[in-house]
């Protein structure tokens, strides 16, 4: 997992029109330096995703670029006591006051042969947080699919690791098998495969 030390400030959103007129939603999200570390660009032919990170000199680094018209979508981490939050939305988590953790994994946007949907689920009564490829969410209230998940291993997929741990009430999802053993988690499985 791609880590960024930052807190959130603002959100700045701005709507710009280019010269053949395709209107653009650009957003912005700066940490409590002010450098920026989320950017978004929405518009009638496509849009991307930018998630930046700063070497120790404060070099801006691109750590990751998704193409929200194509075919995957990036996620998010956060946390919170007592879980994990994850989201296909930067400021969803940002604004009410997670932390960051980074860039968490990609999922594919739109269901195909062989894939099925990872759901966010979550427990109000004890903030309990998990993905699960149950629709029923393990008991706890559906808040939807954010994304899908190939059934099967294939070139350019990763597998999807989910941990639990059971002290703290959290459980991790991660492409990293050992982020969650060495963290003290116990593996419960493969959600599934995700692009790479």
């Known amino acids: 997992m791609k880590k960024f030390t930052t807190a959130l400030v603002v959100l700045i959103n701005c709507y710009i029109i280019d010269n053949a007129s395709a209107?653009?939603?650009?957003?912005?999200?700066?940490?409590?330096?002010?450098?920026?570390?989320?950017?978004?660009?929405?518009?009638?032919?496509?849009?991307?995703?930018?998630?930046?990170?700063?070497d120790q000199a404060e070099n801006r680094n691109v750590i990751t670029v998704v193409d929200t018209s194509g075919a995957s979508l990036l996620?998010?981490?956060?946390?919170?006591?007592?879980?994990?939050?994850?989201?296909?939305?930067?400021?969803?988590?940002?604004?009410?006051?997670?932390?960051?953790?980074?860039y968490g994994f990609?999922?594919?946007?739109?269901?195909?042969?062989?894939?099925?949907?990872?759901?966010?689920?979550?427990?109000?009564?004890?903030?309990?947080?998990?993905?699960?490829?149950?629709?029923?969410?393990?008991g706890l209230s559906n808040e939807g699919a954010f994304g899908?998940?190939?059934?099967?291993?294939?070139?350019?997929?990763?597998?999807l690791y989910r941990f639990h741990n059971s002290s703290a009430t959290d459980f991790l999802t991660t492409e990293t098998y050992d982020e969650g053993v060495n963290a003290g988690y116990v593996y419960e499985g493969i959600l599934g495969y995700v692009p790479q």
């Open 75 to 102: 996620v998010y981490r956060f946390y919170q006591g007592p879980s994990h939050f994850y989201t296909n939305y930067y400021p969803e988590g940002a604004n009410v006051g997670f932390k960051f953790e980074g």
């Open 106 to 138: 990609l999922v594919y946007k739109l269901s195909a042969s062989g894939m099925h949907p990872l759901y966010r689920c979550y427990n109000a009564s004890n903030q309990v947080r998990l993905i699960s490829v149950q629709q029923n969410c393990e």
């Open 23 to 54: 209107a653009q939603n650009m957003s912005y999200v700066y940490d409590s330096k002010g450098s920026l570390i989320y950017s978004e660009n929405q518009g009638n032919s496509g849009g991307n995703q930018k998630a930046y990170s700063y």
């Open 148 to 159: 899908y998940a190939a059934d099967n291993s294939s070139s350019g997929l990763v597998p």
